[in-house]
């Protein structure tokens, strides 16, 4: 099976180069090496600016391919754009979950966060685009290996319903009592270093083991968002461009949602139900092909849904709020 993809390789440079450029202005212009607490007001303007610039994309590659491969051709392909990127950026969601817990958990201070969610994020686009070539070629070369993904996502999706309320137990983490028994590691944080110098000799903050924690579930929630993409589409570009920009708004959006995040608990189940829907579309891909616009109403109903009814039950909590 070829993985062919409708766009030339200047396309690829063109949206590298804009990743890049986009990274720089917040990590040297706007603020990002500056230790500080952020905002609502900021971080719903970044939501809003990162979502805004992922609609505009897919605006202009809808464009670009009705100019040289006709109208059908860019709907189709708009259409896989906007499922993937909304499945993405909902999976994306239950990272931010993680990243509550973890944070809490060693209480970092709010203004040491931002930097850690900046090293998680260029991390997550590192990781992503390793895995995407990954399984794109296990793709091309096993076209069998997408019902393998189908069955993976399946029993996924089961389990996210099945413990959807369980509490998870980091302090007994694998990884974590690892680096508390190999390293040494300072009582308190030094401002938003990784690491100190202490009479000649290295020691690790805080900070850097909740760095190592934050990468690692990265990789853990690729492992769940790589294949549900390959469930719309087997175009390289799409799948790359959907999840890098779902990964680029992840960082506002967990400053957005950090303060109300108990107020979304339903959201798990209807993330637990997309992961079931997506395999469930890979696995009978060979008898019926749901069709893109029906995948994503579909996608967008349970996620609209779960929003919802997560509000409505946790309204009396709002209203008792001071």
Request: overall charge neutral.
């Amino acid at each position: 099976m070829e993985l062919a993809s409708v766009v030339t390789p200047w396309f690829w440079v063109g949206f590298i180069a804009f990743v890049l450029v986009m990274l720089a202005l917040d990590l040297f212009v706007l603020g990002g090496k500056k230790a500080h607490r952020v905002s609502a007001r900021e971080a719903l303007a970044w939501t809003g600016t990162w979502v805004s610039l992922s609609l505009t994309f897919c605006g202009l590659l809808w464009w670009w391919l009705d100019g040289t491969l006709g109208r059908e051709v860019a709907n189709a392909k708009a259409l896989e754009y906007l499922t993937g990127y909304l499945i993405e950026l909902s999976l994306s969601v239950d990272n931010i979950f993680v990243f509550i817990m973890i944070f809490t958990y060693f209480a970092v201070p709010a203004e040491y966060q931002r930097r850690v969610l900046i090293y998680g994020v260029l991390g997550a686009i590192v990781m992503r685009a390793t895995m995407i070539l990954g399984g794109a070629w296990l793709v091309q070369q096993f076209h069998w290996i997408l019902y393998v993904f189908g069955v993976f996502l399946v029993i996924t999706g089961f389990k996210m319903l099945i413990f959807a309320e369980a509490e998870s137990d980091l302090a007994n983490n694998p990884i974590l009592k690892w680096m508390r028994n190999h390293l040494r590691i300072t009582h308190d944080y030094h401002e938003e270093r990784f690491t100190v110098m202490k009479d000649g000799v290295r020691w690790f903050t805080p900070l850097f083991l909740v760095l190592v924690l934050i990468e690692t579930s990265d990789v853990i929630f690729a492992v769940d968002s790589i294949p549900a993409i390959f469930a719309i589409t087997t175009d390289p570009f799409i799948v790359f461009t959907s999840n890098i920009f779902a990964i680029l708004g992840l960082r506002s959006l967990y400053f957005l949602l950090a303060d109300m995040n108990d107020r979304f608990h339903l959201l798990k189940y209807g993330l637990a139900m997309v992961l079931v829907f997506v395999g469930t579309k890979m696995l009978v891909a060979g008898f019926y092909k749901v069709p893109i616009g029906l995948a994503l109403g579909i996608v967008a109903l349970i996620l609209f849904t779960s929003v919802a009814a997560s509000l409505y039950a946790t309204r009396n909590r709002e209203k008792a709020a001071p």
